[in-house]
């Protein structure tokens, strides 16, 4: 099947623009350390409760000097809400390590520098990109794999090929944007179980919308063609 064509892709991006017009980083940061932190607590974890913990451990960590400073196993109990900590706690420590011995304390700001930092892959380096330096990038998280396959400015299973292919129909000024509003399509509309296509903004575009109505009406021309069952000449009998 083809991907959407870029006229029809920027239509279908200015409908989500108007749908969510507020759409933006749903993590809590105030530098770009500290996103790349909560990027990385992030993974299989909801923002809601990466928000919680980082409310706090924000404030007994500063900076990467601090979490280089402290050994995983403790770490992990600051962290212990969320999946994943064990192995969390260790990429966080020896990323602040690296930061500081390899990059003097600032976060690099490009994805080849990026994700070299333990724990850190291609989404993790690009949100940082797009949402900390205002560089642009598209990350890929499972809400963006799910809804741009669906919808067809994508076709395929593999996030670094569902990258390059979003990045060639979208413009580059709009990557950024992009991710936000197909994370809230994803969240509110375009979910995993059972989507809300009757309420999609963007369904005259969704090549997954449009096969839906394509196997109704075939369904619907089967079930009219289908001859109603004889009627049997014992039950047209009446009892005496």
């Not at 993974?43 to 900076?63: H, I, P």
């Not at 999946?83 to 080849?112: C, D, N």
Request: some cysteine; overall charge positive.
């Amino acid at each position: 099947m083809a991907l959407m064509s870029r006229a029809n892709t920027r239509r279908m991006l200015v409908k989500l623009e108007q749908a969510y017009p507020d759409a933006k980083c749903a993590l809590n940061f105030s530098n770009p350390f500290e996103l790349l932190i909560a990027t990385m607590l992030s993974a299989q974890c909801t923002d809601v409760r990466v928000n919680m913990v980082t409310e706090r451990l924000f404030q007994k960590y500063r900076g990467p000097q601090d979490y280089a400073a402290v050994s995983p196993d403790i770490l992990q109990e600051d962290i212990k809400e969320l999946g994943l900590f064990r192995a969390k706690a260790e990429h966080i420590v020896a990323a602040s390590r690296m930061i500081l011995e390899v990059y003097h304390g600032e976060v690099p700001q490009t994805a080849e520098e990026l994700v070299k930092l333990p724990g850190v892959g291609r989404k993790t380096a690009n949100v940082v990109l797009s949402n900390a330096f205002g560089i642009p990038a598209l990350a890929v998280d499972t809400h963006v794999q799910r809804v741009s396959n669906r919808i067809g400015i994508a076709h395929s299973m593999n996030p670094e090929i569902t990258e390059r292919q979003l990045c060639q129909r979208i413009p580059q000024k709009l990557w950024g944007q992009a991710h936000h509003w197909l994370i809230h399509h994803g969240r509110q509309v375009c979910t995993a179980r059972n989507p809300k296509c009757d309420i999609c903004p963007v369904s005259d575009f969704c090549a997954f919308y449009q096969k839906l109505k394509a196997d109704q009406k075939l369904r619907d021309k089967v079930f009219e063609e289908k001859p109603a069952p004889a009627r049997s000449k014992r039950a047209g009998q009446r009892k005496s």
